[in-house]
C-alpha cells in the first residue's frame, strides 16, 4: 500500500482507478481518461494534488538563500504572493527538481515542489538553509487541489462569500493570496486557467464536494499528463532530471543569468552548456499512424536523439511528443516505432493552449 492523501477514500467512492504514482495511491481516471481531458478544455477539471509538498521558508535572509539556489532569480518577485517557477539545480547544472515559489513577505516564501522528489528536495534545501540562517517546514497539515479550465475560476470563486470572492477572481496569473484558510494561488499545469488552491487537510472532502456541485468535474493523472504535454509542459523524471541542465530540457527561459553578478548553484556549468550546446528539447508532431512514447529513438539529419515524453494528443487527435535532439534539429525526422522508422515533424511546443490549437496540421 502506498501514501494517501485526505482524498484518497473520496477518490474510491467516486470509481476511480487507483494506480502507483511516486509511492502514492493516486486516481488514474474516474472512468473515461478522453472525457476527462476534454471537460478540462471545455469547462473545468479537478484534479487532486496534495501529494505535492508546500514547505513554508521563514527567515531575515530568505531572498538572500533563494537568489544562491535556484536558476530563476527571486528578485524579480517584488509584489506579495506573486510566484515564480524555477529549477533547483545541482553544481553540474542537473536538475534536481523544477518548482513554483511565490513571495509572501520578506522573511517568508513558500515553495511547491514534485511529489517524487520531496525528500531529496528537503535534504537539499536543508542543508544550504543552515549558512543563511533559514527555516523550513514541510506543511503536511495542507491539502492541495487544481481547479482547471475556463470555467474553472468562476466555479471556483462561487464558494466564496462576495467580497473574497471578488478579490479571487482579480488574481493575476502566477499570483496567489490567503482567502480566510484558503492559499489560492492562479498558476496550474495544463495549459488552462484556474487556480491550485492549499488548504487545512480536514476540509478536503467537504472542498471536494462543494466544487462537485459547482460542476467541476474530477480528472485524474491520466488526463494531467495528456494536458500537459499539450500544453508542452516538463515533467520531472521524463523531460527534467539530473542528467540534464534546463538548458537542453526545454526550460531555458527559467534560467536567469541576468544580473551577471548573481552566483546560483549551477552557474557555471549552464555557462558552459550556453556557449556550446548539445542537445535541445523540441516538439514532434507523428506525421504517419502510430502513437510516439518515451524512450522512442528519433532520428534526425544531425543525429539520434529520444523522445522524453509521448502521447496521442485528444485536442488534436494525432500523436505529439517532447523529444531532445541534437540542437539545431529542424523539420522531417524518424522516429522508431516497433522496429519501424516513421516520419514525424519538429513543431515548436506549446501544442495547446486555452483549448486551441497552437501547430499547423
Known sequence: MGLKTPLYDTHVREGAKIVDFGGWDMPLHYGSQIDEHHAVRTDAGLFDVSHMAVLDLGGARVREYLRFLLANDVAKLKTPGKGLYSCLLRDDGGVIDDLIVYFMTESWFRMVVNAGTRAKDLAWLVAKAADFGVSIQERRDLAMLAVQGPNARAKTASLLPAPQRDAVLALGPFVAAEFGTWFVA????????????????????????????????????????????????????????????????????????????RQFIGRGALERARAAPRFELVGLLLEDRGVLRSHQAVMTALGAGEITSGTFSPTLSRSIALARVPAGTQGAVQVEIRGKLLAARVVKPPFVRHGKPLISM
Open 186 to 261: 492562479r498558476t496550474g499545469y495544463t495549459g488552462e486557467d484556474g487556480f491550485e488552491i492549499a488548504f487545512p487537510a480536514p476540509a478536503a472532502a467537504a472542498v471536494w464536494t462543494a466544487l462537485r456541485a459547482a460542476g467541476v468535474r474530477p480528472a485524474g493523472l491520466g488526463a494531467r499528463d495528456t494536458l500537459r504535454l499539450e500544453a508542452g509542459l516538463s515533467l520531472y523524471g521524463n523531460d527534467l532530471d539530473e542528467k540534464h541542465d534546463p538548458l537542453s530540457s526545454g526550460v531555458a527561459w527559467t534560467v536567469a543569468f541576468e544580473p551577471a553578478e
